[in-house]
């Protein structure tokens, strides 16, 4: 089994998905960006429990995917409260916590 | 092999039993009962009496049983055997190296006191379901009372001396109680306060002995016989043994001794007894007759080889023992002549037999005065609480004889019949009880050879039946006077009774008190008769069961082995059999071959010529009280009434006597403000000006030093520490807060670059 291709796969993502918390500025892209950053871990995750032959890693794929659905739940519901509030959900146009 | 038959042929083994294996359970009994009474007394159909009543009846069958399975071991022993006490022991707590133990000393002295103490007990708690009927703390009192017996028959049975220390105080403290019983009237609470303190000044010397005897004796008791120094068995051995220093156990024994003279009303220290009379009769009747006074008599005849030893008793010339008892007898007897409160003739009636019982002990007549001690109870108890059933039911409460007695003979026929043989056994009549016992004390100090004591002690009969006859004819003859002749109008009803006492009372004229009173006295004058034919000298050898069942045997005895474990019995055994039937050398030299428990004394033998002197004293006695009686106070005879005030000098006595020979002045006034004053002035000056002055010098300087302390410490040091870190941070903040942009996409690349060092670090690490 090549696991480099998918150790490859997975740091793309990885990277993608850093990128595009760091530079889109809206904010459910963002949301997006942090689900592609979860999913190269679960790659992760699952390539070595199938090289190592056990279990552990598809029971935290299954855990990381339960917690991420809730996770965006939260996250839109945010957004979404933002938008009311504010009219947009840009990022940068969010900076009251300036210190 | 054969020596070892021989002398199991000579020894039989000595019989025991269940009750005197348990004889611990009596004490424990009312003990139990007590907490019992405190806890849901007052929730019971009968306030907590029956509770009270119910364990002191448990006690007597117990001691009962206790008593005749003592008899059958006595029977089963052999002529010259020691019979040995039936000793359990177990640890109470251990300190230091020093082990204090709890159990039982089970030998005729503790058999017939603690038979007597249940006896009386009992009687006295019937009694005091009629006589408190309805009283505010009714329940209180019978929880005290059966304390108060608890406490006499622990001491009774104590194996060791801190458990006899233990039932002495708890003796102490339910006397102050139920002295005090109704302390809503001042005199009553300083009546009880008086007993405490008084008694307590001597409880100083109990200690003073025990500590002393312990370090004294507990080498050697550990040595030879396995027991520790409080032990009464070891104490026993080891004064006989003429290993102790002459003054060490005389200075022990006279510390003891002064115990005994707090405890028992010995002069000096008597005056707590009569103001005692302000608690309820029953009390006073338990108190003045098996209890609490007797302790000291008891404390004595336990630890005789001690005072045996220590105060050389039967030595030549008096002892302290029998000085005090002697002056005790005399004094206290004078004073019964002018009171007029018929409790405080009774009072000082029984100061003065307990000063029998000292003389005898300290004649060396043990028996006799144990066996004054066991007839004491009964009479002493019958008149006490006749005095009770006639205040009860004639007099309103009152106690004083010339106000409110007189004429009661007919009113009140059980009473007037109990009271009658009492009085009789207490002035030492033959049949009697008190005839037995006391010409038996009498007879043995003068056998012993102190014939000034003698004749005290005949003195003292001679005023005891004056005294006594005085009372009965106040109290029983002539014409009714006062509560008694129906006269309720005065106000008697302060006297010693609470209002609430009055309330189920109805006020109609003298009558014949219920059963529950009056059978307790019947019972008590059958046995103020009957008892003293348990010793019954003058029929000859076979009469004199007393002797044969509570006096220790003076024989060596060997083998003295301590089997050991808890809760065992201790085996004393095996004397030696060539040996016994030669004289005893216990208590005159230093036992060879084994240890004494018991010095060897003497008995006198009983002749019928010196019985008739003191019987002809005695009704010479009686005669005389009685004629002046009649002329004093019914004939009103001019030549007597008012001849105090008349002639000088007979004026002074009387003075003398109604101070009670200025006593209770000595204390309060002389002693107390003498010591007392100067030490709180005293006290007063060093307070103010060294104690006072130290304190402000050390305020003053601390003072300084806190200034000192807050200028340098305080504001230098702590207080730059806290601002120099607050700065720190506030530069610290000042520095980092370009960070702070707000902008979620900084905070992200922030994180994720710090991500990626933190795993860069990771992978440098782990390769």
New interface residues.
């Given amino acids: 089994m090549y696991v480099n291709q998918f150790l490859f796969l997975a740091s793309v993502l990885f990277c993608i998905g850093?990128y595009g918390?760091?530079?889109?500025?809206n904010a459910v892209l963002?949301l997006m960006s942090i689900e592609l950053i979860l999913n190269s871990v679960n790659i992760n995750l699952l390539t070595f429990a199938l090289r190592n032959g056990s279990a552990d890693g598809h029971t935290f794929a299954l855990y990381i995917i339960a917690v991420a659905a809730a996770e965006v739940g939260v996250g839109l519901g945010l957004v979404l409260l933002v938008y009311r509030n504010k009219k947009t959900i840009s990022?940068?146009d969010?900076?009251?916590?300036?210190? | 092999m054969s020596l070892f038959a021989k002398e199991s042929e000579v020894l039989a083994p000595l019989a025991t039993g269940w009750f005197l294996e348990h004889a611990w359970l009596i004490p424990v009994v009312p003990a139990i009962a007590f907490a019992l009474i405190i806890l849901i007394g007052k929730r019971l159909p009968m306030k907590g009496s029956e509770l009270g009543v119910l364990s002191m009846v448990a006690s007597l069958v117990l001691s009962a049983g206790a008593a005749y399975q003592w008899i059958q071991r006595v029977n089963s022993a052999a002529e010259e055997q020691f019979v040995t006490p039936v000793i359990k022991s177990w640890s109470w707590w251990q300190s230091g190296g020093l082990d204090f133990g709890i159990g039982q000393h089970i030998d005729g002295l503790s058999i017939v006191v603690l038979f007597v103490v249940a006896f009386i007990s009992t009687l006295v708690q019937i009694y005091s379901l009629e006589y408190l009927r309805g009283d505010r703390r009714y329940t209180h009192f019978f929880a005290a009372l059966t304390l108060f017996s608890g406490g006499m028959l622990a001491m009774v049975l104590a194996d060791n001396m801190i458990l006899f220390l233990l039932g002495w105080e708890i003796m102490g403290l339910c006397s102050f109680l139920l002295i005090g019983h109704w302390w809503e009237e001042d005199a009553n609470s300083r009546a009880a306060l008086k007993a405490f303190f008084t008694v307590r000044v001597g409880d100083i010397g109990l200690l003073v002995g025990i500590s002393m005897l312990y370090f004294s004796a507990n080498e050697w008791t550990q040595e030879n016989l396995g027991v520790s120094g409080f032990s009464i068995r070891g104490i026993s051995a080891w004064a006989l043994s003429g290993e102790p220093n002459s003054t060490v156990i005389m200075i022990a024994a006279i510390a003891l001794f002064i115990a005994s003279i707090g405890k028992s009303g010995q002069f000096p220290l008597h005056t707590w007894l009569p103001d005692a009379m302000a608690g309820p009769t029953p009390v006073s009747s338990l108190l003045h007759s098996s209890t609490m006074v007797v302790a000291g008599v008891f404390l004595v005849a336990r630890l005789y080889p001690v005072f045996f030893v220590g105060l050389d008793i039967l030595g030549s010339g008096g002892n302290l023992i029998m000085i005090i008892g002697g002056i005790t007898i005399v004094i206290s007897a004078a004073l019964a002549f002018v009171q007029n409160d018929i409790k405080r003739v009774l009072a000082y009636s029984t100061v003065s037999q307990l000063g029998y019982m000292m003389l005898g002990l300290g004649a060396g007549a043990w028996l006799p005065a144990v066996f004054h001690i066991f007839t004491h109870a009964f009479f002493k108890a019958c008149l006490f609480l006749g005095a009770g059933s006639i205040s009860h039911s004639a007099s309103h409460h009152s106690f004083d004889m010339k106000r409110d007695m007189g004429g009661l003979r007919k009113v009140m026929p059980i009473t007037f019949s109990t009271w009658i043989i009492s009085t009789l056994a207490l002035c030492g009549v033959f049949p009697f009880s008190g005839f037995f016992s006391k010409d038996e004390i009498i007879d043995n100090v003068g056998n012993n050879g102190y014939n000034t004591f003698m004749i005290i002690g005949l003195l003292g009969a001679f005023m005891t039946a004056a005294y006594m006859t005085r009372a009965t004819y106040l109290t029983f003859f002539g014409e009714p006077r006062g509560a008694s002749a129906g006269d309720s109008s005065h106000a008697a009803h302060d006297v010693h009774a609470t209002p609430d006492a009055h309330a189920t009372h109805d006020s109609h004229g003298p009558h014949e008190s219920g059963l529950l009173i009056t059978v307790p006295l019947m019972i008590l004058s059958v046995l103020a008769l009957g008892s003293g034919f348990l010793n019954a000298t003058p029929f000859g050898e076979s009469w004199e069961r007393m002797k044969l069942w509570v006096e220790p045997r003076a024989v060596e005895v060997v083998d003295a082995t301590y089997s050991g474990g808890p809760g065992e019995s201790l085996i004393v055994n095996l004397p030696s059999a060539e040996e016994s039937h030669s004289k005893s050398v216990c208590g005159s030299a230093t036992p060879e071959t084994g240890v004494c428990f018991a010095p060897q004394l003497q008995h006198a033998k009983f002749k019928w010529s010196k019985a008739m002197i003191s019987m002809v004293i005695v009704f010479l006695g009686i005669a005389i009280s009685w004629i002046l009686s009649v002329l004093l106070f019914t004939r009103r005879d001019p030549r007597l009434v008012g001849l105090t005030q008349r002639v000088k000098v007979l004026g002074l006595g009387h003075n003398f006597l109604v101070n009670k020979y200025y006593l209770d002045h000595l204390y309060e006034k002389v002693i107390v403000h003498s010591i007392a004053h100067p030490i709180s002035r005293a006290a007063y000056w060093f307070n103010q000006n060294i104690l006072d002055g130290i304190l402000h010098g050390f305020a003053k300087s601390t003072r300084t030093i806190s200034d000192w302390v807050y200028k340098n410490v305080d504001q230098r040091v702590v207080d730059s520490t806290v601002n120099n870190s607050a700065t720190f941070t506030k530069s610290v903040g000042t520095a980092a807060?370009p960070?702070?942009?707000?902008?979620?996409?900084q905070y992200?690349?922030l994180l994720?670059s710090a991500a990626a060092i933190a795993a860069l670090v990771l992978v440098i690490i782990n390769t």
């Fill in positions: 850093v918390v760091i530079a889109r500025k963002i990022v940068d969010l900076s009251e916590m300036r210190g | 807060q960070t702070q942009s707000g902008k979620v996409s992200g690349a994720f």
